[in-house]
């Protein structure tokens, strides 16, 4: 047996396991198979589950976000140049885009919904910009229609970081249908996870062929490799854990949003505290549950952060360094705080709180008294 945590802390995030009896015949239906990875029958039947469940025609798994991302770039032929994106997000983000050579160019943030300002994205377009980059942030959708509008007038594509989004509805639909691609992580941490694992949604036949290809090194069949794909195939144990997961989604959004209506409910009207938020028209999936600790609070975000860790409760700074304050992006010109001064204020003074679907009451109860004893 592997060690076991003592009392484990009250995290941020806490994957919600079904009960492991459910997942022995997945696991034994894979020994029986021999077929281990490299779309296997599990990956296939996931790879469909997750696109009717999203209500989405073409989409292709992958073995994490971030690796999708990359060859996300890679399919559209973007290849060289400016991308415009967010500096508040995780790392991942811009990452790819150094991964593909490629210039991230950061644009200042909307302080209620913390996703990219659309007033302020033409501003930073150049002849050399190839595409926009926008993260639907907490699942908060960005400004969908305002975005394109620019993009279209441009002649630039669209790539969202959706990573956070997963069961998101906006005006009826996916969140995860917008641009000219979408990216998913299922990572352990995620509303819906495979352990590690991730998804690009895609809008034709012809697109996600050649995701497929660049996802699996480029092989077309066994004596042709037409492009220098990389390794981004999700295993059959991941698949399995994904279907298994997908049966108990709606109790799980369900709990979800519970958790953020109570929160939203005990924390919404306290001085000091700022709350995200959410645009009109969308059904939100209660991926995290940041607040804003503000000036006129009793104790700062970091205080606020200790004081809670104090009692075990493990909040984190999503998005705390911002990226343009990480060493290989902040000599940029547009890395510059004077440039995003509404981002490096939210990255100063925003911690997320625990939300996930077994999160007790009383836990939960216990975070907010933890808050409101500051007061
Ligand atoms: N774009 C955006 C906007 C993203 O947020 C992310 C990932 C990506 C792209 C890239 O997608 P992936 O390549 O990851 O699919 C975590 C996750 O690693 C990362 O997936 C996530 N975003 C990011 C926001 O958070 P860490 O290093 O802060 O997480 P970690 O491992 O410290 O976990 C947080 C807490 O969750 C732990 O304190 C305890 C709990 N936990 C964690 C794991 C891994 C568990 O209870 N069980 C677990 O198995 O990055």
Known sequence: ???????????????????????????????????????????????QAVADYLGIEHLVLFNNGTVALIAALQALEID??????????????SHALLWN?????????????????????????????????????????????????????????????????????????????????????????KVFNTFEGGAIVCHSVEHKRRINLLKNFGIVDEVTVAAAGINGKMNEVQAAFGLLQL??????????????ARYREALGGMPGIRLLEWVPDALANGSYFPIFVEPDFPLSRDGLYDHL??????????????ISDMPMYRQRPSADRANLPVAARLADEVLCLPIHPDLPAEDQAMVIDLIAGCR
């Not at 993009?151 to 000219?180: N, P, Q």
């Not at 049966?247 to 953020?260: G, K, N, P, Q």
């Open 1 to 47: 047996m592997g060690p076991k945590l003592a009392k484990p802390p009250l995290y941020v995030t806490q994957p919600h396991m079904p009960p492991l009896a459910e997942f022995i015949p997945y696991l034994e239906q894979i020994w029986e198979n021999k077929w281990l990875t490299n779309s296997g029958p599990f990956h296939e039947r996931l790879e």
């Open 80 to 93: 060289e140049g400016e991308v415009i994106t967010t500096p508040y997000s995780f790392a991942a983000t």
């Open 101 to 189: 050579q490629l210039e991230p160019v950061f644009v200042d943030v909307e302080p209620g919904s913390c996703n990219l300002d659309p007033g302020r994205i033409e501003a930073a377009i150049t002849p050399r910009t190839r595409a926009i980059l926008p993260v639907h942030c907490y699942g908060n959708p960005c400004a969908v229609d305002e975005i394109q509008a620019i993009a279209d007038a441009h002649d630039l594509k669209v790539i969202y970081d959706a990573a956070h989004a997963f069961g998101v509805m906006h005006r009826g639909r996916s969140l995860t249908a917008y641009g000219d691609v979408a990216m998913l992580s299922f990572h352990a941490t």
């Open 247 to 260: 049966d108990h989604i709606e109790a799980m959004l369900a709990r979800r949003r519970s958790i953020d």
């Open 309 to 322: 860790r104090e009692h075990g409760v493990h909040g984190r700074r999503y998005f705390y360094p911002l």
